[in-house]
């Protein structure tokens, strides 16, 4: 069971922002008009075997043809935020030069029609769609690629600044280095392994970039970034297995959050082999740890880790890339793998259902990160096969996604547990929970398997159809304005 939407309701801070998340190329489709140049991810889509069953990215779920329609359905959802994303080579097709007008106009229609319905809008910048001709030209491993996105950051500053309220430069860096760069399972399909350093560094260089043109821009919106937080658990008390838990911690989390949070990259990366290799100035990482107003997270589970080799899963290949590189710091633990959560609920995707992970997460931060800035979980969520069952005598549809909505409740719960005074992550200032997504859309190499909205998409006819995720996601906001109403009442009666 979970907490009802009236008590939950209840542990809502005020001016917390309730709000779902999309990303442009997983929703928008086509792909070829109004001047949109080709994206690296466009040809990589298109390349056999690259995404499951061949699904294709270029209609997706139309919403680039159904934007009114789809804020229509947030404004009856009642969010108070929605985050979309920019698409780089809509806006400036070829990542240089002048801005594409027709490119900027959809996204003008967008911010307009949000915010004529009272909806905030959040804006990422890069969400991974980069222009092909700049990933031809080494993509991330590139260092000019993180002056381009500076420059694409520059245009809609200048384009946007008077109506987006927040800001995230990038998204997951952690996944494109990985999934991209290291192990081939993303556009541009690199397998660098550890040679993919440069691309950590390069979009960290880009994040600060970015930041830097907002703020020349004086915009007047909140700026932030989002790195997605898993956090490492040792599968036994065997101190190896807690060795290799550090070490998978170093690669995927601290890696991209220490430079932004602390200016420096952790000793123990400092120490290994690829980073002495890999040059870079000094004054890059003054860019990269810019002040910000707030810090992105995206949290989905956490990951178990035990020493010894797997059974040749990406996450052991990374760690004993990791693993044998590290070793020669004198950490000894090689190679190690990432073990299963037997007594867990498990998503489609495989992913364990740990909401208590959550929390460990926000403490996590704050130790770690004594000036962390106020926190935004920028995702959250969960990918569950749907059955839609259908009343013949209403002649209507209901999608019970039980377990999509339980995940959603007990994260957000814990999340405003942990924060709340006296809960474990006390000092984090938490703005608010934006749930991953608004409706099911392509979902990268798994393509429309991994159903993640609280719209289902009926892949075939596009229709949206309301999830019982969706009702929840509802009333709990309705909840949460009556209560707020009910104290707006008390408090104007007790004043004399
Ligand atoms: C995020 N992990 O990726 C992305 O920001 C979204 O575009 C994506 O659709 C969503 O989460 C769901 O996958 C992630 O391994 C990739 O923990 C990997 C992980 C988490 C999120």
């Excluded at 806006?91 to 009272?118: C, K, M, S, V």
């Excluded at 460990?360 to 979980?377: F, G, Q, T």
């Amino acid at each position: 069971m979970h907490i009802t939407a009236k008590d939950l309701a209840a542990l809502i801070p005020a001016g917390f922002t309730l709000g779902v998340a999309t990303a442009a190329f997983q929703i928008e489709g086509a792909l070829d008009e109004d001047g949109r140049g080709p994206a690296g991810w466009d040809t990589f889509a298109a390349r056999p075997g690259a995404i499951v069953e061949g699904h294709s990215p270029v209609v997706a779920t139309d919403h680039y043809h159904r934007m009114p329609q789809d804020v229509a359905l947030l404004k009856q959802l009642g969010v108070d935020s929605y985050r979309f994303s920019f698409a780089w080579p809509r806006i400036q097709p070829g990542g240089t030069g002048p801005a594409n007008r027709a490119g900027l106009a959809f996204y003008d229609r967008l911010l307009d029609e949000l915010l004529a319905n009272g909806i905030s809008p959040m804006a990422t910048i890069y969400h991974w769609d980069t222009p092909l001709e700049l990933d031809e030209a080494g993509g991330w491993m590139n260092r000019d690629t993180a002056y381009r996105l500076g420059e694409y950051a520059a245009l809609v500053a200048e384009a946007f600044g008077d109506r987006v309220a927040r800001w995230v430069t990038i998204n997951e860096p952690a996944t494109v280095s990985a999934n991209g760069y290291a192990f081939g399972l993303h556009s541009p399909g690199r397998e660098l392994a550890l040679g993919a350093f440069p691309t950590v560094h390069h979009q960290l260089l880009g994040h600060g970039l970015a930041v830097q043109a907002l703020r020349a821009a004086k915009v007047p919106g909140e700026i932030g970034m989002t790195n997605v937080y898993s956090p490492m658990v040792p599968n036994s008390i065997n101190p190896l297995d807690k060795i290799s838990a550090g070490i998978m911690d170093l690669g995927q989390n601290r890696l991209y959050a220490d430079p932004v949070l602390t200016g420096k990259y952790p000793d123990l990366i400092r120490a290994a082999k690829f980073f002495s290799s890999f040059e870079h100035p000094e004054e890059d990482m003054e860019i990269i740890s810019q002040p910000l107003d707030f810090y992105g997270l995206n949290y989905y589970m956490p990951t178990k880790v035990a020493a010894g080799p797997g059974g040749g899963t990406v996450p052991s290949s990374m760690a004993e890339a990791m693993g044998s590189d590290l070793s020669a710091t004198g950490s000894g633990a090689t190679p190690f793998h990432v073990e299963t959560w037997p007594e867990a609920d498990i998503t489609a995707y495989g992913w364990p259902v740990k909401p208590e992970y959550m929390a460990v997460a926000l403490k996590e931060m704050a130790e770690r990160y004594p000036n962390l800035p106020p926190v935004i979980i920028t995702e959250g969520g969960a990918s569950f096969e749907d059955i839609i069952v259908r009343d013949k005598s209403t002649n209507t549809r209901f999608i019970p996604d039980e377990r999509r909505l339980k995940y959603l409740s007990d994260h957000l719960e814990t999340a405003l547990r942990a924060t709340a005074p006296g809960g474990v992550a006390e000092s984090v200032e938490l703005l608010g929970y934006y749930v991953w997504s608004f409706l099911d859309n392509f979902e990268w190499s798994a393509g429309y398997n991994q159903p993640f909205g609280l719209l289902h998409v009926d892949f075939e006819t596009l229709e949206r159809t309301p999830k019982a995720s969706y009702f929840w996601f509802q009333e709990l906001i309705e909840e949460r304005d009556l209560a707020a109403a009910a104290d707006l009442a008390i408090a104007q009666a007790v004043v004399p």
